[in-house]
């Protein structure tokens, strides 16, 4: 009963309440697999990733087998800052259904890092826009291992990349696949490359705007300080409803004066320009047809403020000030807490501090907007 009491409240979002419940199934049951997988699930919801980490590698040592403990035991461990232990254990996505329109059956052997000397290499896409862009970093580093690198990526995604330091092709998912030797899905780099904080690939800008995109001629004739905006992620990820919020409640950033905002809101959010749209943002978005469009833009830009979605990485890729919104729960690669991220050294954090608060979290940024770019 307490499992289920437990469980109820997981599943609205009450992570601190559904807390005890699970320690009482677990006190009545050590060992109870199902019971501590859940209770270190709300354990990272609110940020106590070292005691989730623990819970995770105690009910692992019952059930050494289960893909969701170990699953969750990398999403926990990287949010925790222990990236190589991480990273090791996210190769167990694959196990999981949520992966299985992914992963691929390549004749060829998968990649563990060793020379390429001669050989092709296809590096191969998975889940959203802004995984592919945090993740392309490290395609130099293959490139070094002195193979020829082709990458797979979605076609919004193609030209952007083509420019990418160590890239010999690019193919749009779903294209057919030229000759390779070795394969490795993109978000399996960090643990080939045994990835921690101290040797993360983060020299900026690893991404360039592409030759012949020139950005939106109303940016460049705007004085003062210009600023992008985007509040609404993608919403087919499962989270999407807590990562995103309405336009209307950025109401008090758009009233800065001196800050003039431009949308980069790209799909059914950016409806919400014509039924809320203060004179200060101007709608750019329509001339967006992929992400080199996009990068020309943000290009043109003094800072970009956007949740936790493709753009936030796009500008920090591209080495542009970036202010990230984070919801609470924060997705694991932001880990916990910090107001800065050691992929994006231009990038700058607000998180919530209480679930749902976006008020606080807005009025922080009004605040540093004035500080940092001395609006009167």
Request: hydrophobic residues 40%; contains cysteine; aromatic residues 10%.
């Amino acid at each position: 009963k307490q499992y289920n009491f437990g469980n109820a409240l997981l599943q609205k979002g009450q992570y601190s309440e559904c807390l005890k419940p699970f320690e009482i199934a677990i006190a009545l049951n050590p060992g109870y697999v199902d019971a501590l997988c859940n209770y270190a699930s709300a354990l990272q919801a609110i940020g106590q990733t070292e005691r989730a980490v623990k819970c995770l590698q105690e009910a692992i040592s019952v059930d050494p087998l289960s893909p969701d403990l170990h699953w969750n035991l990398s999403l926990a461990a990287i949010q925790n800052g222990e990236m190589e232990k991480g990273w090791k254990e996210y190769e167990w996505r694959w196990e999981m259904p949520t992966f299985a329109s992914f992963k691929r059956d390549f004749k060829e052997p998968q990649w563990n890092g060793e020379s390429l000397e001669g050989r092709t290499i296809l590096l191969h896409t998975e889940q959203g826009f802004g995984d592919n862009i945090q993740f392309c970093r490290y395609i130099p580093m293959v490139a070094e291992c002195r193979g020829k690198v082709v990458l797979e990526c979605r076609p919004e995604l193609e030209k952007l990349f083509r420019g990418l330091t160590g890239v010999e092709k690019t193919i749009s998912l779903g294209d057919p696949y030229p000759d390779f030797d070795v394969h490795l899905p993109l978000m399996s780099l960090p643990h080939v490359f045994r990835s921690n904080l101290q040797n993360l690939p983060a020299e900026i800008p690893y991404l360039k705007v592409p030759n012949g995109c020139a950005g939106d001629p109303r940016i460049e004739a705007t004085q003062g300080l210009k600023v992008g905006i985007t509040w609404s992620g993608s919403p087919t990820r499962f989270d999407n409803h807590t990562r995103s919020l309405e336009l209307s409640k950025l109401e008090p950033i758009f009233e800065v004066e001196g800050a003039n905002f431009f949308s980069l809101q790209v799909g059914e959010a950016r409806d919400e320009l014509i039924s809320y749209c203060p004179n200060s943002v101007i709608d750019v978005a329509a001339g967006l047809r992929d992400f080199s469009d996009t990068a020309a833009v943000i290009e043109q830009l003094d800072l970009v403020i956007s949740v936790d979605t493709s753009v936030l990485h796009l500008a920090g890729a591209l080495g542009i000030p970036v202010w990230g919104m984070l919801s609470k729960p924060t997705g694991f690669l932001w880990m916990n807490e910090r107001s800065d991220s050691p992929w994006y050294p231009t990038m700058r954090l607000f998180r919530q501090p209480e679930f749902g608060d976006w008020g606080s979290l807005i009025q922080e940024v009004r605040a540093a907007l004035v500080e940092t770019y001395l609006i009167i």
